[in-house]
């Protein structure tokens, strides 16, 4: 596999579920971020990992939990969700030092909260 | 006022023509600016990417910079059916974290 991963690719879950969402990066990227995407509104940065470290959290609901155990891979759990957090969810990664020259986005995992 | 700014469309065009797609920025430290494009049920993928001001060409896309307006235009050239997608500007602004501030997403669709 090469590029960025996402799985699942579609989820439908209850406001009372717990579920999780999964992204691994086969590039040797050192950085890796959550982005939500909304209709009609621009993509919203959620979390930021740097060699592991949280470095930026943008005012996410504390029903969305990241979880970064290595350089590869990065979760994103989820429970108690509202049906306004139905969106896009993307994952990208860069390397720390370039990370100007722009990231690699996943194919996203749609969610919608009923 | 939003930090970048994008016109959402839609914009239509005939196969052949010359697109442009803009986005205006707030900060005067921005220095570093993205164009993605992002088929519909997929990811965004980095198109071009500037420092300053300038032009940067890549086969039918030129990318533009002007930090004197802080205006940053996409060009596509003898434009496909298949540039048919959302173009999203972005940038990484003043944060040493990695951060993307993006645009709204203009959508086109290039008719053949």
């Known amino acids: 596999e090469t590029g960025v991963t996402q799985t699942p690719r579609h989820l439908v879950m209850g406001m009372t579920n717990k579920k999780s969402l999964k992204c691994e990066q086969h590039?040797?990227?050192?950085?890796m971020y959550w982005y939500k995407q909304s209709a009609k509104k621009p993509l919203e940065l959620m979390f930021v990992?740097?060699?592991?470290?949280?470095?930026e959290n943008n005012s996410v609901p504390s029903r969305f939990s990241p979880e970064c155990p290595n350089s590869s891979h990065l979760f994103l759990h989820l429970h108690t969700l509202q049906p306004e957090d139905s969106a896009l969810y993307l994952c990208?990664?860069?390397?720390?030092?370039?990370?100007?020259?722009?990231?690699?986005f996943g194919s996203g995992t749609r969610l919608t909260v009923v | 006022q939003k930090e970048v700014e994008q016109d959402p469309g839609p914009l239509s065009v005939p196969e052949g023509a010359i697109v442009s797609l803009n986005c205006t920025y707030s900060?005067?430290?921005?220095?570093?600016f993205m164009w993605y494009r992002q088929y519909s049920r997929k990811g965004p993928e980095l198109l071009m990417y500037?420092?300053?001001?300038g032009n940067k060409e890549d086969g039918r896309f030129t990318a533009q910079v002007d930090k004197s307006s802080k205006y940053i235009s996409l060009f596509i050239r003898d434009s496909q059916p298949s540039d048919s997608a959302t173009y999203l500007c972005?940038?990484?602004?003043?944060?040493?974290?990695?951060?993307?501030?993006f645009g709204q997403g203009t959508t086109l669709q290039v008719k053949p």
């Open positions: 990208a990664s860069s390397q720390v030092a370039t990370y100007r020259a722009g990231y690699t």
């Open positions: 590039l040797g990227h050192n950085a």
């Open positions: 990992y740097s060699l592991e470290e949280r470095v």
């Open positions: 900060n005067s430290a921005f220095q570093y």
């Open positions: 500037t420092y300053s001001s």
């Open positions: 972005a940038s990484h602004g003043s944060s040493n974290t990695g951060k993307l501030i």
